[in-house]
């Protein structure tokens, strides 16, 4: 059972109700759920979007895309059905925030999703979890199955004319499906591969029908936003970077979890109060800052990092999913490299070459180089491969490879060069990595 | 056909299916979760189960098989009864999960996709699957087991055989 951690300086938003049964649907009532979705049934779709806009609530998937915007989008009148999507196949490495909210409140899903259903005049809206998570999309379901059984899904919901559906939906093992129109096409029944854009979903999406498409987290922090209201919201965090975040917290340290912070919170506060510091009081070498496809950031670059979008887009990497990955001075960063870029090689669908034959190039060559059999001309082509591969795809886990490659490359030129000459990994206590995963 | 006559699935499964396909806006949405399910059941994507799911969907096999072969989870030979997925990603690496399925390894007597003689386990080297704080993370079948060290690799294993035992003895 994933273990709950908390820290004094955490501001509990959307984990608020972790750990206190609020899968129940009568606790989940008693803890204040189901209030803002009442309350927007009052006000009406107008009213629901410029309080989500006056948030600054940006999603949560990664990309940080501001969400009162996204859904003020979609077209008012449409031909075509609207649909709401919910982006549960949390799959970037080093995140598993999403893990908790479907455990611990699956209610404040439901009641966001049926927020922006409102917002943009859906009538269903589809709840889409990774194939792995099977127990959390049991918790989903029955969640769900609770919410009809009340009339707060259904042809009259809440006791209005509002009509709103839910759907649960599994996945079947595949990061690319996380990715907004491969999404689309997995729930459309077929091979998960990214769709042309534009047209963009909000225009044409799900079954070609306009479709918003939030993350999980995102989702579920909007019944808090409209019940503390959308300035409130935003005044917790920084700039153009409303309210709290839950950040992830793994890798070589001494209390990982997932703590809910402000956005903006200073990283290296982060690391050494939050989360108790480097595991077994080691040095720190470097830091994935939002989940494996974010650049690396060096102990120095941390300083005076806040975690906003903003901020460390400035600081030359990505907030991402907020997976925050600490890495100790006893770490291979040749061998991190490799494992991270092994893992893009494997999920990538193949449809675009850049990114099919840059990840498998990029693996086969940092294998050899991490084996000792690398020349100095191999930095600088893996360099070259990962620099080639960025923006030329259809979607972004091309870029997603390639960054955080160059990344290591760039930072931690020396000891690729350590590596060369048939020189041993200076660090690896198994030689070679395994990397059995074909 | 009718679910009753002519499917290889278990009644509840067959009567699952036959609401699953009318769920959707469009039947071919239930196709994903439908194959995972019927793995569930059957154990692996047999020609059989490709047969049935496309006959209730109402698409070829081809189209069928052109869709399970993308999806990391399905699986077109038999696995143990237990499938023990070691993730070996970044944060479970950092925190030791090579070591964890070093020690499954030697336990079993197999390696990544091995399957023991007995059939009770398989094992395999799986990417995230986010239990990331919770690292090192494994999954058997759908159970995840986190915070792991090589040390508790034999109790979850007894843990399973002797599942496995009482299965066979009921």
């Known amino acids: 059972m994933p273990r709950l951690v908390s820290h004094p300086d955490e501001v509990k938003v959307v984990s608020k109700r972790f750990g206190?049964?609020?899968a129940n649907i009568d606790k989940y009532i008693e803890l204040g759920g189901y209030e803002a979705i009442r309350k927007c049934l009052a006000q009406g779709p107008d009213w629901v979007i410029e309080e989500m806009k006056a948030s600054n609530l940006r999603g949560r998937g990664g990309a940080g895309f501001p969400t009162g915007m996204k859904w003020s989008f979609v077209p008012k009148q449409s031909a075509k059905p609207k649909y709401v999507l919910i982006n549960g196949d949390e799959s970037e490495p080093g995140t598993c925030k999403d893990h908790l909210i479907f455990l611990h409140d699956p209610h404040s899903v439901i009641e966001g999703t049926i927020i922006a259903g409102l917002a943009i005049g859906s009538k269903m809206g589809f709840i889409y979890l990774r194939g792995e998570y099977r127990y959390l999309l049991e918790i989903m379901e029955k969640a769900v199955a609770d919410a009809y059984a009340k009339g707060f899904l259904g042809k009259n919901i809440f006791g209005t004319d509002t009509e709103f559906q839910i759907i649960t939906q599994s996945g079947a093992g595949a990061y690319e499906v996380g990715e907004e129109s491969a999404l689309m096409e997995s729930l459309e029944g077929k091979r998960g591969v990214p769709r042309i854009k534009p047209p963009f979903p909000a225009v044409v999406g799900l079954y070609g029908g306009p479709t918003v498409i939030n993350n999980a987290e995102t989702i579920a922090t909007v019944p808090h936003v409209i019940n503390m209201g959308g300035t409130a919201f935003a005044?917790?965090?920084?700039?153009r970077n409303g309210g709290t975040r839950l950040f992830g917290i793994s890798g070589h340290i001494e209390r990982p979890g997932v703590y809910e912070l402000p956005m903006g919170y200073n990283l290296k506060k982060m690391i050494y109060d939050v989360a108790g510091g480097v595991r077994g009081g080691r040095t720190l070498k470097a830091v994935v800052p939002g989940g494996s496809s974010t650049p690396v950031l060096l102990p120095e670059e941390i300083e005076n990092l806040g975690m906003d979008f903003d901020q460390v887009g400035k600081a030359g990497s990505m907030l991402g999913s907020g997976g925050v990955v600490v890495i100790d001075d006893q770490t291979c960063i040749v061998e991190f490299a490799l494992r991270t870029?092994?893992?893009?090689?494997?999920?990538?669908?193949?449809?675009c070459i850049p990114c099919r034959e840059g990840t498998d190039w990029l693996k086969k060559s940092l294998t050899r180089f991490h084996a000792g059999f690398g020349t100095a001309k191999d930095i600088d082509n893996i360099r070259?491969?990962?620099?080639?591969?960025?923006?030329?795809?259809?979607?972004?886990?091309?870029?997603?490879?390639?960054?955080?490659?160059?990344?290591f490359v760039k930072k931690f030129r020396k000891e690729f060069e350590d590596h060369l000459d048939g020189k041993p990994c200076p660090f690896a206590k198994h030689g070679a990595p395994e990397l059995t995963i074909v | 056909m009718t679910a009753e006559t002519m499917s290889i699935f278990s009644p509840k499964v067959a009567a699952r299916f036959d609401a699953l396909?009318?769920?959707?806006?469009?039947?071919?949405?239930?196709?994903?979760?439908?194959?995972?399910?019927?793995?569930?059941?059957?154990?692996?994507?047999?020609?059989?189960?490709?047969a049935e799911v496309a006959q209730r969907i109402g698409i070829t096999e081809l189209d069928v098989r052109n869709v399970a072969t993308y999806y990391s989870m399905l699986r077109f030979k038999p696995a143990g009864?237990?499938?023990?997925?070691?993730?070996?990603?970044?944060?479970?690496?950092?925190r030791g999960a090579y070591d964890v399925f070093e020690k499954f390894q030697?336990?079993?007597?197999?390696?990544?996709?091995?399957?023991?003689?007995d059939g009770v386990f398989s094992l395999e080297e799986v990417e995230c699957i986010g239990a990331c704080c919770w690292a090192p993370a494994i999954q058997v079948n759908y159970d995840f087991h986190d915070d792991l060290t090589p040390e508790s690799v034999s109790g979850i294993l007894a843990q399973y055989r002797q599942k496995s035992e009482g299965q066979n003895n009921a």
């Open chain 1, 20 to 22: 206190q049964g609020a």
């Open chain 1, 235 to 239: 005044a917790i965090g920084s700039p």
């Open chain 1, 341 to 351: 870029i092994s893992f893009y090689q494997h999920e990538s669908c193949g449809w």
């Open chain 1, 384 to 407: 070259y491969l990962a620099e080639n591969m960025m923006g030329r795809t259809f979607c972004p886990l091309g870029d997603a490879a390639a960054m955080p490659t160059l990344g």
């Open chain 2, 21 to 50: 396909v009318e769920k959707y806006p469009v039947r071919r949405s239930a196709l994903v979760p439908m194959l995972l399910y019927a793995q569930d059941e059957i154990g692996y994507l047999s020609d059989a189960v490709i």
């Open chain 2, 81 to 94: 009864k237990y499938n023990v997925q070691v993730c070996t990603n970044i944060s479970c690496m950092l």
């Open chain 2, 106 to 117: 030697e336990e079993l007597g197999i390696g990544h996709k091995g399957v023991t003689s």
